[in-house]
């Protein structure tokens, strides 16, 4: 079946994953050991993939493949890289980026906040203090001035994440032994995406924001503990958008729930380079769980793998998106796909997992389209598979 006319197809990336050199952030901060509490992660993000030169390159490839869509997020920590210092330079270079997004033809995805603090955010306020609403409102008032007709915002980035893994913690997102959302993080988030919201629509946005879906799988029997397991890692974050625009949804993998909780991956299952299960339906599962909690459109603003083998990462989108359309045939409401990663990217203390449509040469930063990048820009031409 065709996908639904004015379907969006495209990839995402995050500033800090790509960009390089985001010196003034809290994660490059951890990076170096300089965050207190937090040892040095294995590998720092350095230059990264040198997106933020490269950028035109980036965008230009991915329409050149027969994508329309490009979701990037702006760095608060460049942007505001002192407590009430806001570069003018940097704002500047984020308009740039929507203009020429704009130029291309591609339909720009602005993320507000993508896992990444200011250092002096991350080292005076945090997400636990509730002063932590009105600074990130601040920051978000004075970042949409530069977004022109960019209309599609998305406030913050997994916030579900954010309340568990990334509050206090540098260990990546494994699937396996999240801990329940913190409660007071997960208060001032969800206020501050509240807050969000209103600035994006009052400058006429549409506005929303991304969940980690987890699919959490009951084994026989225990149904009651799948559901109390994703209360406070999932459902709160995703009936938190029932008066948004849209929202996003990411998903890579699958959690089974058993005795004790969330059970490890089972012996031979086949696993991505995270360690993660190699699952294609998780996709269908977070887009079916979304819907019937909150009812609003729905934009897919990351699915991927992180494999070396890029025949896999075919096969598991293929699987991904068939299970699009069979959400789209039930009635749901699915606006676009946008994959992860457009490159191969800093992954949180590594760039070991690849989850690019594109690899990049770690001295010259040239950029090398993946077969599965044509396979997708296919697809989008088509709109179907």
Request: aromatic share 10%; with cysteine; proline share 5%.
């Amino acid at each position: 079946m065709p996908f639904p006319e004015g379907f969006l197809w495209g990839a995402s990336t995050a500033a800090h994953q790509v960009e390089g050199n985001n010196t003034t952030s809290d994660w490059w901060a951890r990076e170096h050991g300089r965050l207190e509490g937090e040892a040095p992660v294995e590998q720092p993000s350095g230059d990264a993939a040198d997106s933020y030169h490269r950028y035109p390159d980036d965008m230009r490839m991915l329409r050149d493949a027969g994508l329309d869509t490009y979701r990037f997020s702006m760095e608060w920590a460049r942007i505001e890289p002192e407590q009430g210092h806001f570069s003018r330079a940097q704002l500047e270079h984020y308009r740039r980026m929507v203009g020429t997004a704009r130029e291309l033809g591609l339909t720009p995805m602005v993320t507000m906040h993508h896992f990444t603090n200011p250092a002096w955010f991350a080292r005076e306020i945090g997400w636990s203090d509730p002063r932590s609403v009105d600074y990130f409102a601040r920051y978000v008032q004075i970042a949409l001035r530069v977004l022109g007709d960019a209309d599609l915002v998305c406030t913050i980035n997994e916030p579900n994440m954010l309340a568990t893994i990334f509050a206090g913690s540098n260990r990546e997102w494994s699937g396996v032994g999240i801990p329940p959302g913190d409660e007071t993080i997960t208060e001032h988030l969800l206020s501050s995406h509240q807050l969000a919201v209103a600035l994006a629509r009052s400058e006429g946005k549409k506005a929303g924001w991304s969940v980690a879906t987890l699919a959490a799988m009951p084994e026989p029997g225990f149904d009651q503990a799948a559901d109390e397991w994703s209360r406070s890692r999932e459902d709160v974050f995703l009936d938190a958008a029932r008066s948004d625009d849209w929202i996003g949804i990411q998903a890579y993998s699958r959690v089974r729930i058993g005795e004790g909780g969330a059970l490890e991956v089972p012996d031979g299952a086949e696993t991505t380079l995270t360690g993660w299960e190699y699952f294609p339906g998780a996709l269908e599962h977070g887009i079916r769980r979304s819907w019937e909690r909150n009812g609003r459109p729905i934009f897919v603003t990351e699915n991927g793998i992180a494999t070396a083998d890029d025949e896999r990462r075919i096969a598991y989108t293929r699987g991904a998106l068939e299970g699009v359309e069979s959400a789209l045939r039930d009635g749901i409401d699915v606006r676009g796909y946008l994959h992860w990663s457009l490159l191969d990217n800093y992954e949180w203390g590594t760039f070991a997992p690849t989850f690019g449509l594109a690899s990049w040469d770690p001295v010259t930063f040239e950029r090398r389209p993946k077969r599965s990048l044509g396979w997708l820009g296919e697809v989008a031409r088509r709109n179907a598979l």
